[in-house]
C-alpha cells in the first residue's frame, strides 16, 4: 500500500500535539509540581477569546523535507528527477512547517484582572474544559518561575 507524503507528515506529526505542553490554569509541568507559587487574589473585569499560536520548531520542516524529497524523487528520471526532488523537498518543508503550527496551535482566553491593590493585569491562557470562569469571578493569581496562570 502506498501512502501519499501528505499522509505520512501528518502521522508524524500528530505525536506533536500530544508532547506540547498545555498553556492551561490548571495543568502544571513537572518541575512546577513541587515548587513554591505566590498566591494572590483579583476579579476578572473583562475577557475576550485569542489564538494561541502553534509550535514553530524545525520538526515538522525537517519531516516534511524528507518526504517532499522522496515524493519528488519518484517523478521522471535524470536531471528532471533531481530537480523534483529539490522542489518537492522545498514544498514538503514548508508543508511540514505550516502542518506543525496548525496542529500545535490552541484557543485561549485574554483575561484582564483588577488585583486587590487596584492594578490592572492582563494573562493570556489556554481555555481549559474545567475552568468556566466570567467577568466578575474572583480568581486566584499564581506565579511561580517566570509563570503565571488563574484559576478558580
Not at 106 to 118: H, P
Amino acid at each position: 500500500m502506498k501512502i501519499i507524503p501528505a499522509m505520512w507528515l501528518l502521522f508524524l506529526l500528530t505525536p506533536l500535539a500530544g508532547c506540547m505542553n498545555s498553556l492551561t490554569g490548571d495543568s502544571y509541568s513537572r518541575e512546577e509540581a513541587r515548587a513554591v507559587h505566590q498566591v494572590e487574589y483579583a476579579t476578572i473585569i473583562s475577557m475576550r477569546p485569542v489564538v494561541i499560536e502553534g509550535t514553530k520548531t524545525p520538526i515538522g520542516p525537517a519531516i516534511g523535507g524528507v518526504l517532499g524529497g522522496i515524493g519528488g524523487s519518484s517523478v521522471g528520471g535524470g536531471k528532471g528527477q533531481a530537480a523534483a526532488t529539490v522542489v518537492g523537498a522545498a514544498v514538503g518543508a514548508a508543508a511540514g512547517a505550516a502542518a506543525e503550527e496548525a496542529m500545535t496551535r490552541r484557543q485561549g482566553d485574554e483575561y484582564t484582572l483588577q488585583r486587590e491593590n487596584g492594578q490592572v493585569i492582563s494573562v493570556v491562557q489556554e481555555r481549559s474544559p474545567h475552568m468556566q470562569l466570567h467577568v466578575g469571578d474572583r480568581v486566584r493569581i499564581l506565579r511561580s518561575n517566570g509563570t503565571v496562570r488563574i484559576s478558580n
